[in-house]
């Protein structure tokens, strides 16, 4: 809808959105993933080995799309947008590295 309704750049925003949105509950599904791993049962084990295999992929995609959708927001605002995102850059991986490569952005501009 938003292609068809408004300018590339706010279809973009949307998207941008919409992919935040998604791997925000897809991270917070594997996190819970994980906790009812750690409870032990008949398949935990199972769950355990899924949940680690994919961790490091669920904080990544996590990370990484909520830095796109905050510079594509600053570029709407009239700002200087840092494209691609001090994330991409630096490979980011843990939300600490996530708040240390957003408080350097300004060392990309």
Known sequence: MAI??????AAELV???CVVLAETKDHQNWELIGR???QGGPHAKV???AHDAVEEDEDHH???TMGWCRELWIQSLGMPAVLPPPE???KVE???G???AEHARDDYL
């Open 98 to 100: 996530a708040a240390r």
């Open 62 to 64: 996590l990370y990484h």
């Open 94 to 96: 843990t939300a600490i």
């Open 88 to 90: 991409e850059e630096r």
């Open 4 to 9: 068809a309704k408004a300018e590339p750049a």
């Open 47 to 49: 769950l355990k080995a």
């Open 15 to 17: 998207a941008a959105e």
């Open 36 to 38: 009812v791993a750690d």
